[in-house]
Nanobody, 125 residues
Framework: QVQLVESGGGSVQPGDSLRLSCAASGGTFVGYVMGWFRQAPGKEREFVATISWGGGGTNYGDSVKGRFTISRDNAKKTMYLQMDSLKSEDTAVYYC??????????????????WGQGTQVTVSS
């Protein structure tokens, strides 16, 4: 079973960049499809991005396309989310997640079996 720990959150201004990391321990990292989700106060958990086992396949939520980039380093058992051109509406708790159910749509939170505790991202002027 894999354990996930997010880091890299913080408070930034609109237009700034931030990189989140998700470090995995236990399990076989390369065997998991990985994803990022976020949840703002009073809102449902929202799909941000997903990446396939080797990193060759990626998908993004419409609200972050062209601004966020997901990547992974299987040797370091770490996944990343590079967030550029941040907007106030990106403010949320960001969660990383691991899925054992194969590649595909992967935009549903219930496709993922393992979750980190989350890291807060606040974008405000």
């Amino acid at each position: 079973q894999v354990q996930l720990v997010e880091s890299g959150g913080g408070s930034v201004q609109p237009g700034d960049s931030l990189r989140l990391s998700c470090a995995a321990s236990g399990g076989t990292f390369v065997g998991y499809v990985m994803g990022w989700f976020r949840q703002a106060p009073g809102k449902e958990r929202e799909f941000v991005a997903t990446i396939s086992w080797g990193g060759g396949g990626t998908n993004y939520g419409d609200s972050v396309k062209g601004r966020f980039t997901i990547s992974r380093d299987n040797a370091k058992k770490t996944m990343y989310l590079q967030m550029d051109s941040l907007k106030s509406e990106d403010t949320a708790v960001y969660y990383c997640a691991a899925s054992t159910t194969g590649w595909g749509d992967k935009s549903r939170w219930d496709d993922y079996q393992y979750w980190g505790q989350g890291t807060q991202v606040t974008v405000s002027s």
